[in-house]
Nanobody
Framework: QVHLVESGGGSVQTGESLRLSCTAS??????????VGWFRQAPGNGREGVAA????????FYADSVEGRFTISQDTAKNTLYLQMDSLKPEDTAMYYC????????????????????WGQGTQVTVSS
């Protein structure tokens, strides 16, 4: 059974940084033909894809709103997925979720919009001005 747990959220000021972590059990982040990503949802808004990549290739995608400020990465030794968030803005305030899917043939075609199978419980990020 796959279990994803996010951590690292918090309350920061505009311009500050946070690094979110997603640890997994029952899942290996370096598995080929899989997709992993970070998503967020603010109150009253739909879920938004933030950053994701396909482990079987070099495909990494970022939402336009975070391009150049956020970086997705993984540490295979720790089996952990990260989201480094720099230059945070109030509009980045949301619950952040990590997600994974092992149908790489499908998820890689729409990394930020795909309906991932496995989800964590989320970690809250609040950015004040």
């Amino acid at each position: 059974q796959v279990h994803l747990v996010e951590s690292g959220g918090g309350s920061v000021q505009t311009g500050e940084s946070l690094r979110l972590s997603c640890t997994a059990s029952g899942w290996t982040f370096d598995s080929s033909a899989t997709c992993v990503g970070w998503f967020r949802q603010a109150p009253g808004n739909g879920r938004e894809g933030v950053a994701a990549f396909y482990a079987g290739g070099a495909s990494t995608f970022y939402a336009d709103s975070v391009e150049g400020r956020f970086t997705i990465s993984q540490d295979t030794a720790k089996n952990t997925l990260y989201l480094q968030m720099d230059s945070l803005k109030p509009e980045d305030t949301a619950m952040y979720y990590c997600a994974a899917d092992d149908y790489g043939g499908s998820c890689r075609r729409n990394l930020l919009g795909y309906q991932y199978h496995y989800w964590g419980q989320g970690t809250q990020v609040t950015v004040s001005s």
